[in-house]
């Protein structure tokens, strides 16, 4: 099915009250996502939030129990092979015919696409520093990923799903990779839905983000309207009454007290009268800091309000 | 790239991975249908040691490379992993899939039935080439798709054989259950094309289920509960009188056993032995029952009954030994290590691998049986008694053993009737000069129903008999469990006993009429019943000489 013209029509990725269940278990529950076209969308999420489920649906290799999904304007459960040639994934831990060499993984795989690129695949063979004649199983973790990557981007997909591509590289082959893979997905204007436990590196590549926590989506933002509204806050307090830390905000996260001082990760600074409602509530304060958050600080704080068990479904999330 | 083009890409790449094992396949390929084959030799019993001693060593080497070869090109590209690599490019499903199947019916069916038909035409025969091959050819089939199946819906080898093993043990299991005979291939009972063609279909389902929409968790409920259910609707569905060929057993359906060729020319024994008695052996009757002449890649079995007279018309425990021996003396399988719990003058009956094919090169059976030579060690027969009762030092009543013999099953409308002969001895033992103690045995029957029979009883010294006809229900299988009550008075009372354990199973399904079978039952080692079809029987008969070899001509042979 068609994605209707009008409503998510430039989108590259769209879900609409996402299900799926493994027996008992919820892995996904209503997600609605969208992802535009070009963008570099990072997913995060804790362990068994569902971002592996929710990338299989969206290829294909997974039916969701309720909901849509679309992906390049098409429907995610009726992909033909052909919707492949402009669709490509890695993953972790993904098989590889591993008795090839990159050479014959090449000869095999760019047959299948009418749009290899030779030229492209030569130089990332090269950018990668990948021996075109040894067996992929006898290479490096870091090397294979590499591979499976040449083999994703060589046939200059428009839409590159990735599933924790960085694991067990080390930090010298995830920079090279990140800048490899930034420079191409500007250059081609790709769009990249990557998921990965390597916030660094997803901070330095998106522009857009995704948080997913126990099957529900609870925020999706351009990178730099989550860097305008999330803020580490720092509060001294003169002696007084000890500040009841449930019954701060919500939008409060994370918050914790060490001696004097009130920390936590707001999400909604720059709203209007938030300095006053800081004072309102932290009665006694002496000097109110503000710092800028990192992804990985916003990650933390929102894994840790989800592992506090907070409801975001009878919220509506922080989105 | 076309579906088409895909297709070859796929088989082409299949190749170029496992030409080595391909390779090895043909050379023993080669090897079994060129190489005489009449060094394979008897390696114990049950499915492996038939296998082995019926198809040699080359052949077993061979169905492991078959199957290894099937599972590793179909999880070369399967769909059971989470993240196969095939599943995320532009393949076709049913592309990969008809490549798969490209490289197995070329390397696993076509080039064993190419060595098949070079064998056959080796043996100077063209009759019915075409037909035998199809028949191969789908029995072997048959048996792929199910390696096939398993290896669709596992990760890795280790994973389709612990299946394969786990599923053959569960069928086992409820083949012991049903108290049927079973087959590795149909799974149970039933009309044999019939059920394969179930099989074939149901697992090619399977895989192409799983190609076409990737679905694994409901591929591998479904293989569970097609393997659970198969037995139970085969044993609904299976029409009576149909026969059952189990994976040992012999094909003797009547009219495709060419009986001219069943020629037993010659009977060779040495007597070996003479018992711890002293008696000599008087006779060895030997008959060949039924027997395959059918293409297969599995060894069949040739019923061997043979029945010993000794001198003094006392029981004796009898181990023959012996090769069976064709007329092109190109397989000489050994019929060694049989343990024979015969009573004088009784058949006991010997499934005989007579060799079919080597497996793998889907060879010709046996066509004929030349002689047979056999060597017997006799040892002194141990009675065991059913109960023995002690009163005081000396004084004791024993009781048994029973024989049983069913003399008949006849079909009706609403029941079954089994006409049963038991033959029992008792004996009583006192103190000199003083009265041996009085006993009664009863022998009881008791069927599936509960309901019991008194089968007869007698006292003393004494030998008895008794024939009975037990109504019984028409049933596919018909069990009646023996338990043994010995009651014993003497002036010191009643004293009752019970004994259990003996079990007859009379498979009913077998054949529509009436069919005699013999059956020994010793307490603890009863034998199963063995019904002989008696479509097809040759009798040859041999007198034995008190030493040296001897020798026996066909003397009869009737239908």
Redesign the interface.
């Known amino acids: 099915m068609q994605l209707a013209k009008g409503d998510w029509a430039d989108a590259a990725i769209h879900t609409e009250g996402l299900v799926h269940r493994y027996g008992r278990h919820e892995a996904l529950r209503g997600v609605d996502l969208t992802v535009p076209r070009g963008s570099l969308y990072a997913l995060l999420g804790p362990n068994g939030a569902g971002k592996t489920t929710l990338m ?1 649906i969206l ?1 294909g ?1 997974l ?1 969701p129990t309720a909901g849509q999904a679309w992906i390049g304007g098409r429907d995610a459960t009726g992909l033909r ?5 402009w669709l ?2 890695v ?1 972790e ?5 591993e ?1 090839m060499t990159v050479d014959q993984l090449e000869r ?2 760019a ?3 009418p749009q290899w690129d030779y030229m492209l695949a030569a130089e990332l063979r090269e950018r990668f520093r990948l021996p075109g004649d040894q067996r992929i199983k006898r290479m490096s973790r870091g090397q294979k990923m590499k591979a499976a990557l040449l083999a994703a981007l060589a046939p200059r997909p428009e839409i590159l799903v990735m599933d924790e591509p960085f694991t067990g590289m080390d930090a010298l082959v995830k920079d090279e990779l990140v800048h490899g893979l930034l420079d191409l997905a500007q250059e081609q204007s790709w769009t990249v839905f990557i998921c990965s436990h390597d916030i660094g590196e997803l901070e330095m590549l998106a522009d857009w983000v995704g948080f997913l926590d126990r099957g529900r989506l609870i925020l999706s933002e351009p990178m730099d309207v989550l860097r305008d509204r999330f803020r580490r806050v720092e509060v001294r307090m003169d002696r007084g009454p000890l500040v009841e830390l449930d019954a701060l905000p919500p939008t409060w996260l994370s918050p914790r007290r060490a001696g004097e001082r009130v920390e936590f990760v707001t999400c909604d600074h720059g709203a209007n009268g938030w300095e006053e409602e800081v004072k309102g509530q932290l009665l006694g304060s002496r000097s109110i800091e503000l710092r800028q958050t990192s992804l990985r600080e916003v990650f933390v704080a929102l894994a840790a309000e989800g592992l506090g068990g907070r409801d975001w479904e009878r919220e509506g999330g922080l989105g | 790239m076309s579906r088409i083009a895909q297709v070859f890409h796929v088989f082409r790449k299949d190749l170029r991975r496992y030409w080595p094992l391909v390779g090895f396949l043909t050379l023993v390929l080669t090897a079994d249908a060129f190489l005489p084959a009449d060094q394979t030799r008897y390696f114990g019993g049950g499915a492996i040691g038939a296998m082995l001693g019926g198809a040699g060593l080359r052949g077993s080497i061979l169905t492991l490379v078959m199957i290894l070869i099937a599972a590793l090109v179909i999880q070369e590209d399967n769909v059971s992993h989470r993240s196969a690599f095939w599943s995320s490019r532009p393949f076709s499903p049913m592309a990969v899939l008809a490549a798969k199947g490209l490289f197995l019916s070329l390397f696993l069916l076509a080039l064993p039935l190419t060595f098949q038909a070079v064998a056959i035409l080796e043996f100077g025969t063209t009759d019915g080439l075409a037909g035998h091959l199809a028949q191969s050819a789908f029995f072997h089939g048959g048996l792929l798709a199910v390696v096939v199946a398993l290896a669709a819906v596992t990760r890795d080898l280790k994973g389709t054989l612990f299946l394969g093993l786990a599923g053959y043990a569960g069928k086992s299991v409820l083949g012991s259950l049903l108290r049927a005979p079973t087959n590795v291939i149909t799974l149970g009972p039933g009309p044999d094309v019939a059920v394969d063609i179930f099989v074939l279909v149901a697992a090619l389902s399977i895989i192409a289920f799983q190609y076409g929409t990737r679905r694994t968790r409901q591929t591998i409920w479904g293989l569970g509960v097609f393997l659970v259910l198969t037995p139970v609707l085969v044993m609904r569905f299976a029409d009576r009188g149909e026969r059952t060929t189990t994976f040992f057993e012999v094909h003797a359906l009547e009219g495709e056993v060419p009986v001219p060729e069943m020629v037993v020319q010659s009977l060779e024994f040495a007597p070996g032995k003479r018992s711890t008695r002293g008696a000599g052996i008087d006779r060895i009757d030997a008959v060949i029952a039924t027997a395959d002449t059918e293409l297969s890649i599995v060894p069949r079995m040739a019923t061997l009954e043979l029945r010993v007279q000794t001198t003094d018309g006392r029981d004796e425990r009898s181990t023959p030994r012996g090769r069976l021996y064709n007329p092109d003396q190109r397989y000489a399988p050994l019929i060694d290590g049989y343990e024979w719990l015969g009573g004088a003058g009784e058949w006991a009956h010997f499934d005989v691998p007579i060799l079919s094919a080597p497996a793998g090169t889907l060879a010709p059976t046996m066509n004929a049986i030349e002689r047979i030579q056999l060597s017997t060690e006799w040892d002194a027969f141990k009675r065991v008694p059913l109960g023995r009762l002690s009163f005081g030092e000396e004084d004791s009543f024993t009781a048994g053993p029973i024989r049983m013999r069913v003399q008949s099953v006849t079909y009706g409308e609403e029941e079954l009737e089994v006409a049963l002969e038991a033959t029992w001895v008792t004996e009583s033992r006192a103190r000199f000069g003083a009265e041996p103690p009085v006993g009664t045995i009863r022998v009881i029957a008791v069927n599936d129903d509960r309901k019991q029979y008194l089968l007869g009883s007698s006292g003393g010294n004494s030998r008895s008999s008794i024939s009975l006809v037990l109504p019984g229900p028409q049933a596919i299988k018909y069990s009646i469990n023996l338990r043994y009550r010995l009651d014993t008075e003497s002036g010191e009372g009643v004293a009752r006993d019970w004994f259990e354990g003996a079990e007859i199973l009379v498979y009913t399904n077998e054949y529509v009429g009436t069919f005699q079978s013999t059956m020994d039952s010793d307490l603890g080692d009863l034998a199963q019943a063995t019904i002989s079809p008696g479509a097809v029987v040759l009798e040859s008969a041999a007198r034995m000489p008190d030493s040296s070899v001897g020798s026996a001509r066909l003397v009869e042979a009737r239908r």
């Open positions: 299989r290829l290799l039916r092979p052909g919707d492949r040639h490509a994934y993953a831990g993904q098989d590889l015919p008795w095999y795989l047959p299948l696409y």
